[in-house]
């Protein structure tokens, strides 16, 4: 970008995207797709779906045993089959009317700003329903602050987990963290040890029967390393990573080469399909994995997540 807009964001405003641009970073967000559909740092993509809050996690032994999904099982139907209720745009702080055709005709090629906030609104495809916001915020630097908010309704059962998922269009080679060592819930935190780790490859736990796996509680932030593009553009890329860090407290997350309903479809690990993506959970929430009793016993009350209660968290994303 030039250096007479100051560092300043371009905003493109299509018929019905809207595209911003720093110096290394380029969004598009389209109003009727769900939101950001891509995220281009430095050439490179960073998204094969849109991100799409989530609230499924593949049943564990534990939740087979005390019947936990038969009772969730709409937050399934919720997870599959999320759409956007509408959108809202500012820049600069400010609120302006949505900028779709004839209206985003008033824009010039070459305009500029100092932040751009684009907030989506989804209703839950549950009875009753409820609302989730996904507000991105893109400041003038290119870093992009994700804010997920959940509102509660009592009249729905637990949630599985609360979540943001990213799909990334080819297989990550390693992510590193930093928070409590191997796998993690919030009833199973106190082996964990406090550091940097680098997992290599996207392992997923071997089980005979495909279940959630990969959790990592308390984390202040995590790099996903890529080497490999979608297109093939470039054959020999070299490596590129994201991060993504904590805001206000640290966040869960787990990454993988499979969604939940991947996971969920398989009955013996060999039926998971080739993979070929990586899968980021950016969790606010996490129901504990229980193991009182796998044949019947609940998790214990403080590791439930109440559908009635508000959920909101927030995180960073950033090249590396």
């Known amino acids: 970008m030039a250096d007479t807009t100051n560092k300043k964001l371009r905003v493109i405003y299509g018929d019905v995207t809207l595209g911003v641009q720093s110096d290394r970073v380029q969004y598009i967000f389209n109003y009727t797709r769900n939101g950001l559909e891509s995220l281009v740092v430095d050439g490179k993509e960073w998204l094969y779906r849109t991100p799409l809050p989530t609230f499924w996690r593949a049943t564990t032994d534990n ?107 080819t297989k990550a080679v390693r992510y590193t963290y930093q928070g409590l060592s191997g796998e993690t819930y919030p009833d199973r935190m106190a082996g964990g040890v406090p550091g940097t780790y680098t997992i290599q490859g996207l392992p997923v736990t071997p089980y005979l029967v495909p279940q959630d796996n990969g959790v990592h509680m308390a984390t202040d932030w995590v790099e996903v390393v890529r080497a490999t593009t979608q297109d093939n553009t ?24 499979y969604t939940a309903e991947e996971l969920e479809n398989a009955t013996h690990i060999e039926e998971l ?21 796998s044949w019947g016993a609940d998790v214990d009350k403080p590791y439930h997540i109440p559908a009635g209660e508000d959920i909101d968290f927030s995180f960073k994303v950033a090249p590396l």
């Open 273 to 293: 399909p080739p993979a070929r993506r990586t899968v980021l959970s950016i969790l606010g929430a996490v129901r504990g994995v229980g193991g009182i009793d």
């Open 63 to 169: 939740d087979r045993g005390n019947g936990f999904s038969q009772k969730s099982v709409q937050w399934l139907g919720a997870d599959m089959f999320m759409k956007a209720a509408g959108a809202t745009v500012k820049i600069d702080g400010e609120p302006i009317d949505l900028p779709i055709a004839p209206g985003n005709n008033q824009y010039s090629d070459h305009e500029y700003a100092d932040s751009v906030a684009v907030t989506v609104h989804f209703t839950t495809a549950t009875i009753p329903t409820t609302a989730v916001q996904v507000e991105y915020r893109i400041a003038a630097d290119g870093t992009l602050t994700m804010h997920v908010h959940y509102t509660g309704n009592a009249n729905l059962p637990d949630l599985p987990v609360f979540g943001l998922r990213l799909i990334m269009p």
């Open 234 to 257: 470039q054959l020999t890329p070299g490596e590129f990573g994201l991060r993504i860090s904590s805001v206000d407290a640290p966040f869960a997350f787990s990454c993988l080469p």
